[in-house]
């Protein structure tokens, strides 16, 4: 939604920087891209005590990095500590790869960073990052992110309110649909659909990620089932939490409910992420081994980053590898992304792993991927996760936008891509 011009004249902007000649020269530039109502500071102690005054308070503040007494670091520190709700950009002389660093700082202190300036500024590019925060609806209430209890994910768990959505991951060179990725959600009864990063967590805490794992796995395995018998081979993958990996009849159990559905081991792939530190790896080394000699796929998820590292890589016998996908989105123009995927996925093919990679955002994403020969892909640009009755949809309009886009690699026969026939449609949809 964009901003009247009316509504740009009440946007108050605070520019803060130790250099006057900055100050009058930022002020200007507002002022001609028609945003009149801009206060300075030179010290983040004066502009913390704007940022407190009801008449002054801001929307947006543009931080100078480099400034004695308090620099822009710190300054953003206490703006958390002041509960400032606005935006920020940040202004400096320092390369890029400390600007984007900074950036990411401030955006772990949950404050909204609309970009960085580097100086000298370029009146262009401030007008663009005016831009976003004018299309930005800044009254728009923040939604919040409640944690739920152990008592409600229990009794989640047990009325069966947890639903499955699926994820498609295709191969790379023929746009081939290979299998889906199982992702669990929270049927809210109040709350409507709920996310996992806001119940897995407490899950794994208070003891429930064994059930909350089990349930996923039947209705993942019965879903594999249904499309094994509508003639659609696609490999199942189930995220698995490192705290599933503590009792040792786990493999036993995967393999019983596995073989219970009909679906062998290999068309299985188990996800695991190590989100948190884990003591003693005997165990899990030893669940893990014994999943592998069943024959079921281990994959090692959001590799790069959190625990998922070149130890894992050493000790477990993993066969795929996920890139993370913020190695992933805009790696073809960022070399700092770009160097960490290729070590990746040059890691992966020397240790006889098949590549995913996750988060392919876009079509300058995915034509990356066809340029850096990654074996699978996973993302929005793709498909989102979605409920297993959209599945064959889908891969209808898929195929169609593999040919019509020509999304397939040249000598590619994008028509096999689907794999799915008007025969196998039919049956999934009645
Ligand atoms: O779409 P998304 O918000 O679904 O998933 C967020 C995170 O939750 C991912 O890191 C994913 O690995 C994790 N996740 C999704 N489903 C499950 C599940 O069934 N079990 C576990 N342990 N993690 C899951
Ligand atoms: O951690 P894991 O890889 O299991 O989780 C996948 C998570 O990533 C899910 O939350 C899923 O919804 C999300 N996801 C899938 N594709 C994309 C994508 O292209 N971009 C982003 N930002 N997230 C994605
Ligand atoms: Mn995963």
């Given at each position: 939604m964009k901003k009247t011009m009316n509504e740009k004249y009440t946007i108050k902007i605070l520019v803060l920087d130790d250099e006057p000649f900055m100050l009058k020269l930022l002020t200007h530039m507002l002022t001609k891209l028609g945003f009149p109502q801009v206060t300075t500071c030179d010290s983040g102690r004066a502009a913390l005590e704007c940022v407190d005054s009801p008449h002054c308070a801001p929307d947006l503040i543009l931080c100078d990095?480099?400034?004695?007494?308090?620099d822009g670091i710190e300054f953003v520190r206490k703006l958390v500590e002041h509960q400032y709700a606005g935006s920020l950009i940040l202004v400096s002389g320092e390369d890029e790869r400390v600007l984007q660093t900074t950036e990411k700082l401030v955006q772990a202190h949950q404050i909204t960073v609309l970009g960085h300036l580097n100086k000298p500024v370029s009146p262009a590019r401030l007008g663009a990052l005016l831009e976003k925060y004018t299309c930005l609806s800044p009254q728009k209430p923040k939604v919040k992110k409640v944690v739920y209890s152990a008592d409600e994910v229990r009794t989640a768990i047990a009325n069966g309110e947890l639903v499955n959505h699926y994820q498609p991951k295709v191969a790379v060179a023929s746009g081939r649909v290979v299998g889906v990725e199982t992702l669990v959600r929270w049927n809210h009864p109040l709350d409507g659909m709920v996310f996992p990063d806001q119940f897995i967590g407490v899950a794994e805490e208070h003891g429930l990620i064994d059930a909350l794992t089990h349930t996923v796995l039947i209705a993942a395995l019965a879903q594999a089932k249904i499309w094994r018998q509508a003639g659609l081979a696609l490999r199942l993958a189930v995220n698995v939490s490192m705290d599933n990996l503590k009792s040792l009849d786990f493999p036993d159990l995967v393999a019983g409910l596995a073989a219970e559905a009909g679906v062998?081991?290999?068309d299985v792939v188990l996800e695991v992420t190590e989100s948190r530190l884990m003591g003693d790896l005997r165990v899990p080394l030893e669940i893990l081994t014994r999943l592998r000699l069943k024959r079921f796929h281990l994959s090692i998820d959001d590799f790069g980053i959190g625990h998922s590292s070149l130890a894992q890589l050493r000790d477990i016998p993993f066969d795929e590898l996920k890139i993370d996908r913020s190695f992933v989105h805009r790696a073809w123009t960022d070399d700092t992304l770009r160097a960490i995927y290729d070590a990746s996925l040059s890691l992966a093919k020397q240790l006889g792993m098949e590549a995913v990679a996750e988060g392919v955002e876009d079509r300058d994403d995915w034509d990356f991927l066809q340029r850096t020969g990654c074996y699978l892909a996973q993302g929005y640009f793709i498909a989102k996760p979605m409920p297993a009755a959209d599945l064959p949809g889908w891969m209808e309009d898929w195929r169609i936008r593999l040919q019509e886009q020509g999304l397939?690699?040249?000598?590619?026969?994008?028509?096999?891509?689907?794999?799915?026939n008007r025969t196998v449609m039919g049956k999934l949809e009645s």
């Open positions: 990095l480099n400034m004695p007494e308090m062998p081991p290999q397939a690699g040249a000598g590619q026969h994008s028509l096999s891509a689907g794999l799915i």
